[in-house]
Structures are given as C-alpha cells and as structure tokens.
C-alpha cells in the first residue's frame, strides 16, 4: 500500500481542493430537484416526481496537496461526476469548489480555461491516440492550444515521454505500440501540461493485470518525485488500496466515507462500505501501529533506572516476565525477561550491564509494518513485539492476544477496534 506521501513529518497536510456541499442534477429544472432532495426526498423519488437524475448529492471533503485521493463506488454512484465538477466540465447545481484558495465557481469564462489549461489535467481509460500522429505529436497535442511555441511543445513531451519510459519513440505512430504502452502516452499526455492536479477516471481500467499493476507503480514512483495531487476514480479495491492515501466511498450520488484504507477497513461506515472491503485480506491493510498497546509493558529507561538489579526486582514487584529497555530519547534498545536478568547476573557478578542480559532475538516492528509483515515474529515470540516508529522511538507493544483477537474480529468482517480492552497483554 500507498504511504502518504506529502506527510511524512506528520506536518499538517495542506488543503488543495476543498469541496463544499456540492450537488449535481441531471435535468431541465435542477433547482426544483434540489428542493425536494434538501426537504428528503430521496434519489429514486425526485426521478420518479420530476425525471431528474441526482448525480452528486451534498459532497463536502478536503483533497491534501500531493496525495493520491481516490474515488471508488459501484456504477452509477456519482464518481465521474463529482470529480468532473472540481474543473466544472459538469457544472454543479450547487456549493462550492475550492481550489488552492480560489474560487472556482466564481471563475469567468476565460479564467476558467486557463484554470483548466494551467493547473489540471485529465486521463481518461479509453482517449484516442490520432493515428495519423507521431507519439511525440499526440503528446504535446494538448499543448498547442495554450500557445507554447513548438520547440517548447517538443521539449516538454519529450520529458513526458522520458517520466514514462517511453523517450526513445516518439517518432513511432500509435499502431506500432502495444494497448500497454498506449496507455502511457495517455499518461505522458497528462503529464506534459506539468499540472499540479491530475484526474484520473478509470485511467487503468483497460488494461490487463499485469500492466495494469506496472502502470500503478509507475504512477507511484513519479509521484514519488513530483507530489502532484492526483484524483482517481476507481472501482477496483485492490488498486484503490495499492495507490490511494485516501479513499472517497460513493453510493447512489453520496459520499459515504473518506479516509485511509486502515481507517475505513477498520472502522467502515455502513455495509455498504463493509461489503465493499469484504474479500480483502485485512492483515495486509491492518498495521502494527493501528493496535499498538503502550500500557502493559514494563518500559526502562537505561540511563536512568536501567541496573541490572533495579529491573529485575522491579519485574518481581509488578509481577512481569519481560521490561523493555529505552535510550533517554526513547529509543528502542532491546527486551529484558526475569530469566536473562537472572542468567546474567549469575555469570557476570560485576560490571555487568543491561545490554548484557537483552534477548537477541528481541526485535522492534515498524509502526507502519503490516499485520502480514509482523506474523511471523508474534508467532514465534513469547514476549509482546515492540513496534518503534520510523526514528526508532518506542510506541509500545502488539501482544499475541490483541493481534489473534484482531485477526478474528477481521476474518468475521467487523475490523471496528475497541480502544480499552482490560487485562490485555
Ligand atoms: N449527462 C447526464 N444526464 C443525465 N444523467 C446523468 C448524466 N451523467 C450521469 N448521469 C447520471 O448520474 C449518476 C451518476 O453517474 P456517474 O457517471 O457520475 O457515475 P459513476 O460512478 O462515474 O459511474 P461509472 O463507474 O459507470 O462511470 C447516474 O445515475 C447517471 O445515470
């Protein structure tokens, strides 16, 4: 899975795209549709009443700098349509989309092209290459209509071409490449405006598995360079989970949840949501930071209190078998039971310290590992596992009870957690 790419010192993420109370009707009359929709009526209703279609229906979310943020729903639910509002190529019947702080609602007719032209791009799943047109020529087609000279065009196609592997034919015509590699001149196309929005509706979705998944971690790894906010509609969990950092669930014009995949897996908002993740394998989108427990374990801070005595009489007093030992930062040093604090001070009856008495195979797990990841290690391991986060600072323990309970909970489809659970460890 996807980690967030613009967030990693946990900053604040900076709002791209604000979506406020956004609706869609399809129809003559939208506004009458509307009303009754705000009274409660509801979808099949107001198309039963009036024929209008209610395609968006009171969407509100924030879309983060660089994130890839994607839309999933089944057919119908409204997901070309709400992404297709953000740029107005369908003009929503009401609310507000915000976008870097402006107003794109209240954008004229020029400013709104240059809107587009400037700061968005579009792939779409099936685009038509021009036959009669070289690749580099397809290209930079969509430059021609900002008016960049053709050098410039040429220059800045080539580079697309370059990020998706595909520099050294641009003189091919399309018939000559593969549905694959197509596929990627529709991305470079996407790529040459240099837009600091991409949205994506159904871009991967012709392609068999196998590119499919190539073209995925190609999306992943430019985004690893460039942090574009990227919008991608999709109906495929799998690749919902691969790329997304966070994920929109629509159902019949509604956004039902927005969140990372660990936070709707774990916590879906109804059975629509439920049944959408059911099928996947929760251990490989739970992670060890998501149950991380720091209240049981005896934790020792080695410069401090870390005597080889002092911690075992302190294990008898609390009636523990293992203590966790800690720099002064923090740090994660190793893990200490009562028979190696016994062992050690059997054979080394002075100068002996508290490094001398850590299990070796005592191990800390990335909060970010998955449960898959960590199985092995809780399995074969009597202690709880210490889970460190990325600078190695101790975050706590995941036990072997906590991890088997989570386990159960997700292969019965309910993923919720419950945040207190007694006599755990
Ligand atoms: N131009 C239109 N006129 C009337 N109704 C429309 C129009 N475009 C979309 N709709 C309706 O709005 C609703 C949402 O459609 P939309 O295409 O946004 O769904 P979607 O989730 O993108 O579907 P798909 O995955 O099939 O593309 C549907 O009920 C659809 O029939």
């Not at 900002?146 to 580079?159: F, N, P, W």
């Not at 889970?387 to 159960?408: A, M, Q």
Request: proline share 4%; net charge negative.
């Amino acid at each position: 899975m996807n980690n967030n790419h613009n967030n990693s010192d946990n900053s604040e993420p900076i709002e791209k795209i604000a979506v406020k109370n956004l609706y869609k009707i399809f129809g003559p009359e939208p506004q009458q549709a509307l009303d009754l929709l705000k009274k409660g009526k509801n979808k099949e209703e107001i198309y039963e009443q009036t024929g209008h279609t209610v395609g968006v229906q009171d969407a509100s979310m924030s879309i983060n700098q660089g994130e890839i943020f994607v839309v999933m729903g089944l057919s119908g639910s409204g997901k070309s349509t709400l992404v297709r509002m953000f740029n107005r190529l369908i003009e929503p019947t009401s609310g507000e989309v915000i976008v870097d702080g402006e107003n794109v609602m209240a954008m004229n007719h020029n400013q709104l092209v240059n809107f587009r032209r400037s700061k968005t791009s579009m792939v779409f799943q099936s685009f038509a290459l021009m036959p009669h047109l070289n690749i580099i020529d397809n290209v930079s087609f969509g430059l021609e209509l900002s008016g960049m000279s053709k050098d410039k065009r040429q220059e800045r196609a080539l580079v697309a071409l370059e990020q998706v592997g595909l520099e050294s034919w641009g003189n091919a015509h399309p018939r000559e490449l593969s549905g694959g590699m197509q596929q990627r001149v529709g991305l470079a196309r996407g790529l040459a405006v240099d837009p600091a929005i991409m949205l994506m509706d159904e871009a991967f979705s012709a392609l068999d598995p196998l590119i499919r998944t190539e073209m995925q971690d190609e999306l992943l790894k430019l985004q690893d360079q460039h942090q574009r906010t990227i919008i991608f509609i999709s109906h495929d969990l799998d690749e919902a989970l691969r790329i997304g950092d966070r994920i929109a669930i629509m159902e019949g014009g509604r956004v039902v949840q927005v969140g990372t995949p660990e936070e709707i897996l774990q916590n879906p908002a109804d059975d629509y949501v439920r049944a959408f993740f059911r099928g996947v394998d929760p251990t490989g989108v739970i992670s060890a930071g998501d149950i991380v427990r720091d209240t049981q374990p005896t934790v020792i801070w080695h410069t401090s209190q870390g005597g080889l005595r002092a911690t075992l009489e302190k294990l008898n007093d609390l009636d523990r078998e293992y203590a966790y030992i800690l720099d002064s930062q923090r740090r994660f040093c190793g893990v200490v039971s009562i028979d190696s604090l016994r062992d050690t001070l059997e054979r080394k009856t002075s100068g002996a310290k508290i490094e001398d008495a850590f299990l070796p195979e005592a191990t800390a797990v990335l909060e970010t590992d998955s449960l898959q990841d960590i199985l092995p290690l809780v399995a074969s391991h009597s202690w709880p596992i210490p889970v460190v986060n990325e600078e190695k600072k101790y975050r706590g323990v995941v036990s072997k009870n906590r991890f088997l309970r989570t386990l159960h909970r997700a292969e019965n489809g309910d993923h919720q957690q419950k945040s207190t659970e007694p006599g755990e460890n």
